[in-house]
């Protein structure tokens, strides 16, 4: 089958290389690395939809059977939409049920709706109404999220009143740019994502992200430092409630409203003392999520995208292991990059010794120095994951922690040395 992936960054890698195992795979995107696997196609420099009409015009004439879409912004700028309209098969939200992660509000609604639990929170679109309401008898810590496509940060933890005005006052905050002040849940977080089409679902196991930049998951939450699948601490049972209230209502309510869910649709969870509530939806695989899910794949997740459009039964079979995976990011990042340092060749050369270590790139570029020899260096800010699998979490890591301090000697690459510590 001829499959196209959009997008050009790690998920989107993950997926091409799986989908390579069976598949004739074209990428829409711009990346050194995936070029080595795919056949790239370019995304038109125009403003969707009109980028989208014009890449739908290189699938027909390529004959891709399948489309699968990566990154939250085409989904949310609407190439499902058009794609759709064009008569090309392709898994992924219209641009209307993507604001189930693009607008915090509406995924809200469609859960109150629902009866999905999940936090108390108010809405606001003035800045001074937020900071009266701070200065209420509400509780503290607050989280504060920002509405809005936000690469998976604009999430801010308040522990003390001082916090949080320090925090608000760094935001805009007006019609165009909503806050959310939810309350803040005590328990232990985890990530379900199934593949969906309206209310039927193929799950795939469970994983845990690893948000803030620190160990001991300290300081400013990034896009993703690590992830880890399986998760000992979910139990069958957590599975099974949060499938039967989370999962399959807000599908089905999503369906009610005329916005049926076709895709990934992600479920941020926090199992509390109350029972499983849901910090946040994402329309689309998780980042750094797939990189660790994908290897334990053994069947063919293009074909149950294609089974699920087409109404026909798949059974995804899983591999038992455990997959760690630890994230490479550049000096400064979060905030500003303030280098772009190479990927030492002696890091690829032993992932390539070992059959169980693995190397996906997240943000990187291929150049060729003054004697002639081809590298790989930094191009944002998280660079690269490094992924290990094996027979349980401890071997997991033990095994990426010491290869990564055998390899990258005086490198300026950052990474956090505890993801998986806190899944067992």
Known sequence: MKVLVIGSGGREMSLVAHLAQRHQVYCAGRSDAIAQIATMLDVPDLPAPQCWEELADVALAEGIELTIVGPEGPLSSGVVDVFTERGLRIFGPTAAAAQIESSKSFAKDVMEAAGVPTAAYRYFTDPSAVAAYLDTDIAYPVVLKEDGLRAGKGV????????????????????????????FLEGFEFSLIVLANGTEVIALPVAQDHKPIGEGNTGPNTGGMGAVTPVPRVTPELVEETMTRVIGPTLAEMVARGNTFTGFLYAGLIATAGGVKVIEFNARLGDPEAEVLLPRLEGDLGAAASALLDGTDYQLEISPDTVVGTVLSSPGYPGTVTASPDIPQALFDAIAGDQNAGIIHMGTQRYTDEQGNKKWRANGGRVAIVTMRGDSIASCQQKIIGLLADTLGESELYYRRDIGAFAG
């Open 156 to 183: 801010t933890i308040c522990a003390t009143r001082e916090d949080a005005h320090e925090t608000l006052s760094g935001l805009v905050v007006d019609d165009a740019n909503p806050l959310l002040v939810e309350e």
